[in-house]
């Protein structure tokens, strides 16, 4: 038998599920605040990973991926333990907020400190309850308010352990990146724990493409990791391009923006990209790639200033057009009207 897996002051026993109710720093009006970690702590040995959603306030989509994934069945077959976090940053998304009421990001705050801000306190609290206890995770996002991003995966692939689980995410679209200082991808490989950072769609919004295909990479990396049975492999399995670097377009001017090339687009070196208006006088002022390679996020919102990013375009090793059309098959696969749901786990 398996020893209990331990969060807080709370043991989950082999073979049981639980909902733990982690305390944290109360609400300013004196509310308690807890953070929520559903544990699914199997009696088979296997590996621990973690999934985490909102640690930015206003990013929603992974809170449903992370709902979707636990409603998946009775889990009677799973091997090892899987812990969720579906919210994070529950001081921001009470707010509607990216960042905490400190005005600190929490994603430039691990691994935290147990006597530092607000931030550094709740970075501190999952890095030493959460992360330290998992052997490999999954950390949810979404692009910013009025930006969207192509769904995608963010790692540092020179780790082939991390670029194994990549892979099996099965989106078009990996961008080989390096960590930021105090993000939870930097805390996670420096305690040697393969992390994948995925990104898609924007803040506030639910985004039903990118929702499908997080559940979805969710679950093929727990087949890959062996905690899920392996399912006959699709008549035609994603294989991602990767992205080594990436590239931001800003606004020539101030003005309104009139985008003209959607997410996924493949586009060449001075094609045009959208145009900035002055609401004003009238003039025109065009917006053109600085490189080729595919857009894989895009402002959202006609209001930008001088300098505001606008499109992010990725470039690949490999043929745009190729990468621009597996997107699009991609796409399709999760579109409404094609998408069909996995069998329940059991």
């Not at 960590?179 to 805390?187: A, E, I």
């Not at 950072?197 to 727990?222: F, K, P, T, W």
């Not at 001017?253 to 004003?280: C, F, K, Q």
């Amino acid at each position: 038998m398996r020893a209990d897996f331990i969060v807080g002051n709370t043991r989950v026993p082999a073979g049981e599920r639980s909902l733990v109710q982690l305390p944290i720093a109360g609400f300013n009006l004196g509310e308690p605040a807890t953070l929520p970690v559903h544990v699914l702590h199997s009696k088979h040995e296997g590996p621990t990973l973690f999934i985490s959603a909102a640690v930015h306030g206003d990013e929603l989509n992974g809170v449903e991926i992370v709902r979707r994934v636990l409603g998946r069945g009775r889990w009677k077959r799973l091997k090892g333990t899987l812990v969720a976090v579906p919210v994070v940053n529950v001081y921001g998304i009470v707010r509607a907020s990216r960042y905490l009421p400190d005005r600190r990001d929490l994603n430039r705050n691990f691994p935290g400190s147990e006597r530092g801000s607000l931030a550094a306190r709740l970075a501190y609290v999952f890095t030493h309850e959460i992360v330290r206890r998992c052997t490999h995770g999954v950390d949810l996002h979404t692009g910013a308010i009025h930006r969207a991003n192509l769904p995608q995966i963010r790692a540092n692939l020179t780790d082939p352990e991390t670029e194994r689980l990549a892979r099996a995410f099965g989106v078009p679209v990996v961008v080989n990146s390096l960590v930021r200082d105090g993000s939870l991808r930097q805390c996670a490989a420096e305690l040697g724990i393969p992390i994948l950072l995925y990104e898609a769609g924007e803040a506030l919004r639910y985004d039903e493409v990118a929702i499908r295909a997080g559940v979805q990479g969710v679950l093929g990396v727990m087949r890959e990791l062996g905690m899920l049975p392996s399912q006959p492999p699709k008549p035609k399995k994603v294989d991602p391009f990767v992205a080594n670097q990436t590239t931001w377009v800003r606004a020539p001017v101030t003005g309104m923006l009139r985008a003209l090339v959607p997410l996924g687009t493949s586009v060449a070196e001075g094609e045009l990209l959208a145009h900035v208006d002055n609401p004003y006088g009238g003039e025109q002022t065009s917006v053109t790639a600085r490189v080729a390679g595919v857009v894989i996020g895009r402002a959202q919102c006609p209001l930008v200033h001088e300098g505001d990013a606008v499109y992010h375009i990725a470039h690949f090793r490999d043929d745009s057009d190729a990468v621009e059309e597996e997107v699009s098959l991609f796409r399709e696969e999760f579109e409404v009207s094609s998408y069909s749901t996995e069998p329940e786990i059991v």
